[in-house]
C-alpha cells in the first residue's frame, strides 16, 4: 500500500495579525481530507501575530500549526529555510500569508501533482483562468512587466516567474533551496529558474491573485532594484 502524501504548509509572516486566524481556517475547510500541518514562521511581528497563532494551537492542535518564530525580519528565503528545516511532510507548500493567495486553490495543486506526478506545481496569474485583481494598472503593469523580461531574458519554461504559491516535492525543495543565494523576492524567481534549469517537472495551476485586504504591502522601490539586480545575476549564473 502507498504511503499517504503529507503536506508542510510553510507561511511566513509580519504582522499578519488580522488575516493569519482567516488563512488557517479556510486550509482547514478545503484539505479536510488531506493529512497536512501548517508552519507559520513569524519574524517577530509587533502586531501580535504570535498571539494568535497561539490561540489557534489551542483550537488545531500544536502538531497542525506549528509557530517557528525568529527574533527580527530576516529575508523570505530564510523564512522558507527555517520553516522547512521542521517540515514532517513529504510534500511542502509556501504561500503567502495575506489572502492573496486563497486556500481555496490548494486542491487543485495536490491534483495537479498526482495527475501529473510534477516535482514542482506553481501558481500563475498568466494563462487562461488566472488574474490578479485590486491591483491599479500602473502596478499591472510593473509586474506583467518584470515577468515578460524575466521570460525574454531567462527562458524559465513557466508563465509566472515571479509567483510565490507554490507546491514543491520536499527533496527537491530541499535541494533547490541549497543553491539559491538571493534575498527578498528575489527569491522565488530564483528558486523557479534554478528548478527549470536543473530539469525539475514543473506543471501550472491557474490563480486569481487577489490585492491583501488587511495590512500594507511589503514590496517597495527598494525591492524592484533588488529585483533589476537579481535578473542580472540569474541571467550571468544559470
Known amino acids: 500500500m502507498a504511503e499517504r502524501n503529507k503536506y508542510s504548509i510553510i507561511i511566513p ?22 493529512d497536512f500541518e501548517i508552519i507559520v514562521v513569524d519574524d517577530g511581528s509587533p502586531d501580535g501575530t504570535q498571539e494568535v497563532v497561539k490561540q489557534l494551537q489551542q483550537v488545531y492542535g500544536e502538531d497542525r ?17 527555517h520553516g522547512l528545516k521542521h517540515a514532517s511532510g513529504n510534500f511542502v507548500v ?51 512587466g518584470a515577468n515578460v523580461l524575466a521570460q525574454t531574458l531567462l527562458w524559465p519554461g513557466v508563465s ?17 533551496i541549497s543553491s539559491c543565494v538571493s534575498k527578498g523576492y528575489v527569491f522565488q524567481m530564483e528558486m523557479i529558474v534554478r528548478a527549470s534549469r536543473k530539469g525539475y517537472h514543473i506543471e501550472e495551476v491557474p490563480i486569481s491573485f487577489v490585492d ?24 550571468v549564473t544559470t
Open 13 to 34: 509572516t509580519y504582522n499578519e495579525r488580522l488575516n493569519i486566524a482567516l488563512v488557517v481556517f479556510l486550509v482547514f475547510k478545503h484539505l479536510w481530507d488531506v
Open 65 to 81: 500549526i506549528l509557530l517557528r518564530a525568529r527574533p527580527k525580519k530576516l529575508g523570505l528565503g530564510t523564512a522558507y529555510s
Open 94 to 144: 509556501i504561500m503567502d500569508a495575506d489572502l492573496s493567495h486563497h486556500p481555496t486553490y490548494l486542491p487543485s495543486f495536490i491534483k495537479k501533482q498526482l495527475e501529473t506526478g510534477a516535482n514542482i506545481v506553481t501558481g500563475t496569474r498568466y494563462v487562461k483562468g488566472g488574474g490578479v485583481h485590486g491591483w491599479n494598472l500602473m502596478r499591472k503593469l510593473t509586474s506583467r
Open 160 to 176: 509566472d516567474l515571479t509567483g510565490s504559491f507554490r507546491l514543491y516535492r520536499k527533496s527537491v525543495l530541499e535541494d533547490i
Open 212 to 235: 491583501r485586504i488587511y495590512g500594507s504591502s511589503k514590496l517597495g522601490g527598494s525591492e524592484i532594484v533588488e529585483y533589476l539586480k537579481g535578473l542580472a545575476y540569474l541571467l
